[in-house]
């Protein structure tokens, strides 16, 4: 008795993901990842702090360029004002009056462990569609 699996679409599939799509059509899927990250970094607590909106007008996401200069994204905060709140210790934010309830440090990297397979499942969802898949 024996088994046969006929991979010939699988690797028809594989095929254009590495010929034809990669790396652009996953850039996009981790722009969508990443756009998704600022948006639950401003809206799901610890929320990223408001005060005149200046930070959260700051929410930047972009592409690095594909893989011959690395697969991925930025995603961030204005980097400057961003980094004095993120780099804050426990007992700094204690001392902290945020202005917006439920603001406070961490409001971005607390996300990326938070909703991990969320972020993964967007970027799997996006090249599932991109590829056909059901």
Do not use: C, Q
């Not at 406070?104 to 967007?122: N, T």
């Amino acid at each position: 008795m024996s088994m046969t699996i006929d991979f010939t679409d699988f690797e028809k599939g594989l095929k254009k993901l590495v010929e034809d799509v990669e790396p652009d059509v996953t850039d996009k899927g981790l722009f969508k990842a990443g756009n998704e990250l600022l948006h639950d970094a401003i809206y799901v607590l610890p929320k990223a702090p408001f005060k005149e909106g200046h930070l959260r007008g700051s929410a930047r996401t972009e592409t690095i360029g594909g893989m011959k200069k690395g697969m991925g994204i930025l995603a961030g905060f204005n980097i400057v004002y961003a980094a004095r709140w993120h780099e804050l210790t426990p007992d700094e934010d204690k001392r902290i009056s945020w202005t917006l309830p439920g603001s406070g440090r961490k409001y971005l990297e607390s996300k990326m462990s938070m909703f991990r397979d969320k972020y993964l499942k967007i970027i799997g969802e996006h090249l599932r569609r991109f590829l056909g898949g059901k």
